[in-house]
């Protein structure tokens, strides 16, 4: 069956404290859950009725066996997720100190991870190419041979080979301690705009990619690279989506925040919802907007992705525009 979402990337186990408000030192017990962003992106869109598949790598341990179990617990396809006996499965530690704090510490990352082991000779180029949307980050292009894997499945997905219904997200998902440089990662993202129509970041993440400037002027250089909808977030005053003819902004839907981790990530399988049910982009926004803000008023990421219900729920309880519809049947590709 075609995958509505495919996502390439990032896995990982995150231990988040029970213990909120405090440093990490402080912690007195944690909880474990599926984490790393195209993870928790596929885990979102499934939440949605949609089907859903990542492409990743574990170590051979336990670690990798409870992430296959959570990863169909969520009923996100595990077949393309395999064990690498060379690295452990990276586990991830943060500390939670509501509002703005959430400090994350890697582990089982460096030199490398388990994750990026990813290989281009083992890609399933059919299921690449056939996917409804095709979902993956700067994160990736961070080391070899991940770095080819994800250039070489981009390439067997030409922008002009896309069918209607069909997309290919980037995104601009910037982590300074995956990279020697910004000029190194800004280099590999020329690399893969080509083939992306649609790219998703922050004014940070944006600035890494097409450089320093107003959220307008740096939706405009996505575009001018040939994406045909630039997403830009803008914080505190919600976030931008421009196309060639239309540019939409949603403002942000208050919440009490518990975690912001996974905010980004709710954010990114409810807008792949939104692209898939064939929305108005002003839609779109609003519910990716909303979804992005009930994980944030939550405690883990994964296992906080909220239901359409709850999506439209809020939204409808602020006053905000309700999409239609919210069918998961998808795109005829």
Not at 97 to 111: A, I, M, N, Q
Not at 301 to 321: F, S
Request: proline content about 6%; glycine content about 10%; charged content about 25%.
């Amino acid at each position: 069956m075609t995958n509505e979402l495919l996502t390439i990337g990032r896995i990982s186990v995150d231990i988040y404290p029970n213990d909120i408000g405090v440093d990490l030192e402080d912690v007195t017990s944690f909880g474990k859950y599926l984490g790393g962003s195209p993870s928790n992106v596929a885990v979102a869109a499934a939440r949605h009725g949609r089907r859903a598949a990542i492409i990743t790598r574990t170590g051979d341990d336990a670690f990798g066996r409870y992430l296959h179990r959570e990863l169909r617990k969520f009923n996100v396809d595990d077949s393309f997720v395999t064990a690498v006996k060379e690295w452990p499965t990276a586990v991830t530690f943060c500390a939670i100190k509501p509002p703005e704090d959430f400090p994350l510490y890697f582990y089982g990352r460096f030199p490398t991870a388990a994750d990026l082991q990813i290989k281009a000779e083992e890609l399933d180029l059919d299921a690449i190419r056939d996917a409804g949307i095709f979902w993956s980050t700067v994160t990736g292009l961070c080391q070899e041979p991940s770095r080819t894997a994800h250039l070489a499945a981009h390439e067997a997905r030409p922008r002009t080979g896309l069918k209607p219904g069909q997309f290919t997200i980037l995104d601009l998902d910037y982590r300074p301690m995956f990279w020697a440089a910004e000029a190194e990662a800004r280099e590999q993202v020329a690399r893969i705009l080509p083939h992306v129509t649609v790219a998703i970041g922050n004014d940070r993440e944006c600035a890494v990619a097409v450089g320093e400037g107003t959220p307008d002027e740096q939706a405009d250089r996505l575009l001018a690279a040939g994406v045909e909808i630039a997403v830009v977030k803008l914080g505190p005053e919600g976030v931008m989506a421009k196309t060639r003819t239309e540019r939409v902004v949603s403002a942000p839907v208050p919440v009490e925040t518990v975690n912001g981790l996974g905010a980004g990530d709710s954010f990114g399988g409810a807008f792949c919802h939104g692209l898939l049910s064939g929305w108005p982009l002003a839609q779109i926004l609003d519910f990716a907007n909303a979804a992005g803000a009930l994980v944030a008023s939550r405690l883990s990421c994964a296992d906080a992705m909220p239901t359409p219900e709850e999506v439209t729920g809020l939204l409808a309880e602020r006053g905000r525009l309700v999409p239609g519809t919210y069918a998961t049947e998808g795109a005829t590709l």
